[in-house]
């Protein structure tokens, strides 16, 4: 028997969608083109996979071919992770970058390898069911024929443009006529298309040692940028398990760093001292507890965390339970904190989940960081290469400082729970620094207070900013704000037309008899669909 609430208790035009078979994303098309693979035969990889190369495509805002990934996913007896994020170029030294106070947030200076179609290669090789070159055919078809741009991408497009207008490449690709393209308006994107059929055809090879990693270094050489032929071709990803903290009776589990998904995993931990499933999700007393663990957490991610070959403190000993529980300790019921670092003992993205019939279910997210990434666009490839390189920081003996042939700290993380040994819930929520409070408010959610994943992401979301700042959704209620005030918090509302920092989540949690039931975010165009 299904234990959910149906009750939907927040402002919501969407239901769950119950299935054997299911796709959620942030794009309707998208999720379409998975489904498609699945109606083919085709698996939740497969399905997952031809999402992810179609949002290149359709949501252009907010991933592309040069984009990273990361998936998590249960191939019917385990569980996996993957990291597809890229490294830095070679030459990438800190004297690069003397001149700087930070690292550059857009250009050329801000791009790293892509690591996204590695990605799709190798977890096709390995755990799809259908022949590379299907997995394009949606998405070969929405660049070649055109697409009708969906409105919440549409308003982001014009945010990017009005942005990234005089970057390299950008106005060529991206501003057809002078301008981002409006909603309802149809947007041919074929050199994108040719790219895409260059990498079904070569699995991969051309973009990073052929005729397309000649081209994106070509015009790396023109602008004066490091990136060079041998940073594409020595790219490799990796097969890194997850790391995971259990609540009550179950596990979440995350990529291990270079993300922030220990975040996530680090405040659950701290509640798991606490009294949160007893409150009401909603009331004053939850939101302060939730608020005050990740800012701990936070804390900690921001000192130690970065490319895993340059940390100084262990996933594990910052997910010690002893060192969490002392943690949790911290917490003042009554006033909000700014913490600081503890001393553990040394010891703009898209998303997209799919599940079948047969039981594999996938969670995978592909991201250009912030939106449209660097800005830059590799003339005649449709290739807009990300900026995860603003993710290093110059501060001498930080494990996250730049540096040759290195990850930087990463945002994107897919999310995954697990009872018993068995899978539960695929999910994630993009959306920057919102992501590791959004899986634990996802989290809490549907296994604490038992709210269905349509009703979990429909609910209105707080993001901690910095110190005792945060913002809430304007749907939060009144009272609970004003109490949180009360407590020394510093509140922003932002309007739902404004809160694309709230990120967009994508769920799909099993349920009894081997079927699914999905929720798909609001604030996105997304969709759940299945059957």
């Known amino acids: 028997m299904n234990e959910f609430s149906y009750a939907f208790p927040y402002p919501s035009r969407r239901s769950p969608v119950m299935a054997r078979n299911l796709v959620a994303t942030s794009q309707p098309l998208a999720a379409q083109a998975g489904v498609r693979m699945l109606l083919k035969g085709g698996n939740a990889v497969d399905a997952a996979l031809a999402t992810a190369i179609a949002l290149t495509v359709v949501e252009p805002t907010g991933n592309g071919l040069g984009s990273d990934a990361f998936a998590i996913l249960w191939d019917g007896k385990q569980l996996h992770g993957l990291n597809a994020s890229g490294r830095s170029p070679s030459c990438w030294t800190r004297d690069r970058f003397a001149g700087f106070d930070r690292m550059p947030a857009r250009g050329w200076e801000s791009v790293t390898v892509p690591g996204a179609v590695s990605a799709w290669v190798e977890l096709s090789e390995r755990f799809g069911r259908l022949p590379f070159e299907d997995l394009f055919e949606p998405a070969l078809d929405y660049a070649r024929n055109g697409f009708y741009v969906s409105p919440v991408i549409a308003t982001l497009w014009a945010k990017g443009a009005d942005l990234l207008c005089d970057q390299p490449g950008f106005r060529e690709g991206f501003m057809p006529g002078g301008r981002a393209p409006r909603a309802g308006e149809l947007f041919v994107n074929r050199p994108i298309g040719d790219s895409l059929e260059a990498i079904a055809r070569t699995r991969g090879e051309a973009f990073y040692r052929g005729e397309l990693a000649e081209k994106i270094v070509a015009f790396a050489q023109e602008h004066g940028a490091g990136l060079a032929m041998s940073d594409l071709a020595e790219h490799r990803l990796d097969w890194c398990g997850t790391i995971s903290t259990q609540f009550k009776d179950v596990a979440l589990h995350e990529i291990p760093p270079n993300g922030q998904g220990i975040a996530a995993l680090m405040a659950l931990g701290m509640l798991e001292h606490t009294e949160i499933d007893t409150l009401d999700p909603d009331s004053p007393d939850s939101l302060h507890l939730q608020i005050e663990a990740m800012k701990l957490a936070f804390a900690d991610v921001e000192r130690y965390v970065g490319d895993p070959a340059h940390m100084s403190m262990s996933p594990e000993s910052l997910l010690d339970p002893a060192y969490l529980a002392g943690r949790s300790k911290l917490i003042d019921r009554t006033r909000a904190s700014a913490p600081t670092a503890g001393a553990p003992k040394d010891g703009g993205t898209v998303y997209i989940t799919a599940a079948d019939a047969d039981g594999m279910m996938v969670s ?10 660097s800005g830059v666009v590799v003339p005649g490839t449709g290739i807009s290469l990300q900026n995860r ?35 539960l819930m695929s999910f994630g929520v993009m959306g920057g620094p919102m992501q590791a409070q959004g899986h634990l408010q996802m989290v809490l959610r549907t296994q604490a207070w038992r709210q269905n994943p349509q009703a979990a992401s429909d609910a209105p979301r707080w993001r901690v900013i910095k110190g005792r700042e ?18 020394g918090h510093i509140i922003t509302r932002e309007e739902p037309e404004a809160a694309f920092g709230f990120g967009g989540a994508q769920l799909i949690h099993r349920i009894n008899g081997g079927g699914y039931i999905a929720g798909s975010d609001h604030r996105k165009d997304g969709a759940a669909i299945g059957f």
């Open 364 to 373: 995978f997210i592909q991201s250009n960081y912030s939106g449209f990434g």
């Open 389 to 423: 390189g603003s993710g290093f920081v110059l501060e001498p003996g930080h494990a996250n400082i730049v540096g040759p042939s290195k990850r930087p700290f990463h945002t994107i993380i897919p999310g995954f729970l697990m009872r018993d040994g068995e899978p």
């Open 470 to 487: 945060v913002a809430v959704e304007s749907a939060m209620n009144d009272s609970a704000v004003r109490m949180l005030e009360d407590r």
